[in-house]
């Protein structure tokens, strides 16, 4: 009996799909370093190798239909940026932002099981690694889908940055898209953490809490005026880190949430922000830093 544990046990130690992880122990009759040797004979192996390296270049892509109902936004990374311009990789994140969206994906594990072309998308990207020789990783992905209203993308930087928003609304126009293309641009440059203020987690907010309390004890301030200062501190925080409350990056004077207001007025309909989604490449990931300068220390004293 070939378990998902054994599965998952071959598949971290070769880089290669569940399905031929699952084939090759089935073969070996569950003999977990012949089903290795399977898989190398079979050259589905060959990006074993390569699976513990960082890969925190890449890129960000995109996707929406034509009738702007559905949208996909995913992060697929690599070690270099120059593999992060070839056309075959930047070729399969498209595919793959395609894909998310048409066939309503909604986890990694989906995408990398689902079906590219006849090979599975995971399949596809072992592939490619063993052909490029550079790790490769389908970071995260997010799906969209709207019945009134439409979903807008945003790319920036080539791919170092990328934007999905959904906007609900039960007119259709010009107006409402070139709105949501100016939303898009606010969160890709603004990168706002919350929605709204109502969606400010309550460990967030007691943390700046904590630290605008300390920070006016340590002014000298009376604690009679603290609180005070502690709420007007929050207030700036809230139009710093929710999307409603921010200043708009075309006009200063005008908040997205005003902005809003006036869209809806000349559109004849009220316009909302449900969701967004700001991926920027390598986020969050620690990549290794190399010292040339320890380095030739180190080649010099052998």
């Given at each position: ?218 002014e000298g301030k009376p604690e009679k005026i603290v609180e005070k200062m502690v709420e007007g501190r929050i ?47 390598g986020e969050g990931i620690e990549k290794k830093e190399e010292n ?11």
């Amino acid at each position: 009996m070939i378990s998902a544990k054994m599965v998952k046990e071959l598949r971290e130690k070769t880089g290669a799909g569940m399905m031929d992880c699952k084939k090759a122990l089935t073969e070996t009759n569950g003999d977990m370093e012949k089903a290795v040797e399977f898989l190398r004979e079979k050259g589905l192996a060959a990006a074993a190798k390569k699976s513990g390296r960082i890969a925190a270049e890449g890129i960000v892509k995109t996707y929406v239909s034509e009738d702007k109902k559905k949208g996909a936004i995913i992060e697929l990374n690599c070690e270099t940026d120059f593999v992060a311009i070839n056309e075959e990789f930047v070729g399969l994140a498209d595919n793959i932002a395609k894909l998310v969206a048409e066939k309503e994906l909604n986890s990694v594990e989906e995408v990398l099981a689902a079906d590219l072309a006849g090979k599975t998308v995971q399949e596809t990207l072992t592939e490619l690694i063993a052909k490029i020789g550079e790790n490769m990783n389908l970071r995260r992905v997010e799906r969209f889908s709207v019945e009134s209203g439409l979903v807008q993308e945003y790319i920036h930087g080539g791919g170092r940055i990328g934007v999905m928003v959904e906007l609900a609304c039960d007119k259709t126009s010009d107006v409402l898209e070139q709105l949501a293309k100016d939303v898009a641009m606010q969160i890709a440059a603004a990168n706002p953490l919350f929605l709204s203020q109502d969606q400010v987690d309550a460990k967030s907010l007691e943390t700046e809490r904590e630290v605008y309390r300390a920070q006016a004890l340590n002014e000298g301030k009376p604690e009679k005026i603290v609180e005070k200062m502690v709420e007007g501190r929050i207030k700036k925080y809230f139009k710093e880190v929710c999307l409603l409350d921010q200043q708009w990056v075309k006009n200063g004077d005008m908040t997205i949430s005003k902005l809003l207001e006036e869209k809806s007025k000349e559109i004849g309909a009220p316009v909302s922000i449900v969701r967004y989604a700001r991926f920027e490449r390598g986020e969050g990931i620690e990549k290794k830093e190399e010292n040339f300068a320890e380095e030739v220390a180190k080649m010099g004293a052998k």
